[in-house]
């Protein structure tokens, strides 16, 4: 999928999880990392991908990112498309929170991790409706999708993303937030400390 794509899944990841798992109260501060770091988890796997827009944005990321892809990830969909990279980036990211609390005292840890960690996982999940599939279960190298059948599966960045995808990820947000306005409302009123 397009890093477009990714990001619109996160953070629609998230929502789903806010609404159904209600918060007591958030600082500021959290929401903010926590929003951020969401967006950057839904594109983080893609880091193994020389042109993804993790790297375009730096100055010299091209030349890093291609070292990276070649030397240290395996190429493109390998450890960042797995479990285990996902459970590798959530202890990386645990002990960088940590470090982070002790500069900032206000931020919930906890809240920022779960919102990375959903944004890494949309990214996996929506890959593997992709042809391609990817290597969930390393090292186990085969790579898996869904629906099992490959031609049954999307290509990235054709018709289907843009046309299918993207929509029914757009009418699922405002279900969620037309039939939860009030609870949004609310808690954007009272909760944010
Ligand atoms: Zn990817």
Same mark, same amino acid.
């Given at each position: 999928m397009t890093g477009r794509?990714?990001? +619109?899944?996160?953070?629609?990841? +998230? +929502?789903?999880?806010?609404?159904?798992?209600? #918060?007591?109260?958030?600082? $500021?501060?959290?929401?903010?990392?926590?929003l951020l770091f969401n967006q950057i988890g839904g594109i983080l796997p893609d880091?193994? =991908?020389?042109?993804?827009?993790?790297?375009?944005?730096l100055p010299v990321g091209k030349l890093i990112g291609k070292?990276?892809? %070649?030397? #240290?990830?395996g190429g493109h969909r390998f450890l960042t498309h797995s479990l285990l990279g996902a459970v590798i980036f959530g202890g990386l990211f645990y002990f960088g929170l940590l470090f982070l609390k002790s500069a900032i005292l206000s931020i919930n840890v906890g809240i920022i991790w779960?919102?990375?960690?959903v944004g890494v996982l949309s990214h996996l999940l929506l890959d593997s409706f992709t042809k391609e599939g990817i290597p969930l279960l390393l090292p186990?190298? %085969?790579k898996i999708g869904f629906p099992f059948? %490959? =031609? $049954?599966?999307?290509?990235?960045? %054709?018709?289907?993303?843009?046309?299918?995808v993207i929509p029914v990820i757009i009418?699922?947000?405002?279900? +969620?937030?037309?039939?939860?306005?009030?609870?949004?409302?609310?808690?954007?009123?009272?909760?944010i400390i």
């Open positions: 794509t990714h990001d +619109l899944a996160a953070i629609s990841a +998230l +929502l789903a999880i806010f609404i159904y798992e209600p #918060l007591i109260e958030i600082s $500021l501060s959290t929401l903010f990392l926590a880091i193994d =991908q020389p042109t993804a827009p993790f790297w375009r944005n070292i990276i892809d %070649k030397s #240290l990830l779960i919102s990375f960690m186990i190298t %085969k059948n %490959k =031609q $049954l599966r999307i290509t990235t960045g %054709k018709s289907v993303e843009y046309l299918v009418f699922i947000d405002i279900f +969620l937030i037309s039939s939860n306005y009030s609870y949004i409302t609310h808690f954007f009123k009272y909760y």
